[in-house]
Structure formats: structure tokens, C-alpha cells
Nanobody
């Protein structure tokens, strides 16, 4: 059984910063990618940032220059440093990992953590 546990969501004022963490645990053989998605009220889930095992990154245009994704492979943990937060960043943020669980490669998701940037 694989679990992704997120932490770090909070209520902050616009312009503030937050750091999200997501730790993967369980029967993990290898991790291919880890990343963050978000779903704002009334909108579809969207990619925020993803980090491959080789270090390649991909960011949504709306967060480039403000958010930074990083990863600790030994701890199977991915981080999202969010600076200069805007009200439009308000959403539930979900951690995602594409990993081998001993049987196959598969997408796993965390339960979500709420980020609110107030104006």
C-alpha cells in the first residue's frame, strides 16, 4: 500500500509564502515523477509543477518565477515553495507521484491540502 501525505497548507495574505511537503511511503520500488496539482473552486484540476527523477521540471505559466519544486529522493518527499502568493492561487493542492509499487508503475494521489491567499 502506497500513501502520499501532504502538509503545509494554510491561510496567508497575498504576497506571502508557503511551503508544501508531500511524503510518499509504503511499497515503493522506484519513483519516476512527483508533482503538484491544484483545483480551485469551480475549476478543473490543473498542473502546478512536476519534477522528474532526472531533475527535469515543468511549471504552469501562472506560477513560473514564483513557485519552486524540489525533491528529496532519499526521503521520497517533494516540496513546493510558493512565494508571492496571489488570491488566484487559492485552491486545494494535491500531491502526485508516478511510481512503481512492486507490481507496476501507477499514479498515486494525496488527500489534498488547502491553500488560501487572501487579498
Amino acid at each position: 500500500q502506497v500513501q502520499l501525505v501532504e502538509s503545509g497548507g494554510d491561510l496567508v495574505q497575498a504576497g506571502g509564502s508557503l511551503r508544501l511537503s508531500c511524503a510518499a511511503s509504503g511499497s515503493i520500488v522506484s519513483v519516476r515523477t512527483m508533482g503538484w496539482y491544484r483545483r480551485a473552486p469551480g475549476k478543473q484540476r490543473e498542473l502546478v509543477a512536476v519534477l522528474g527523477s532526472g531533475g527535469t521540471t515543468n511549471y504552469a505559466d501562472s506560477v513560473k518565477g514564483r513557485f519552486t519544486i524540489s525533491r528529496d529522493n532519499a526521503k521520497k518527499t517533494v516540496y513546493l515553495q510558493m512565494n508571492s502568493l496571489k488570491p488566484e492561487d487559492t485552491a486545494v493542492y494535491y500531491c502526485n507521484a508516478y511510481l512503481h509499487d512492486g507490481l507496476r508503475y501507477k499514479d498515486y494521489w494525496g488527500q489534498g491540502t488547502q491553500v488560501t491567499a487572501s487579498s
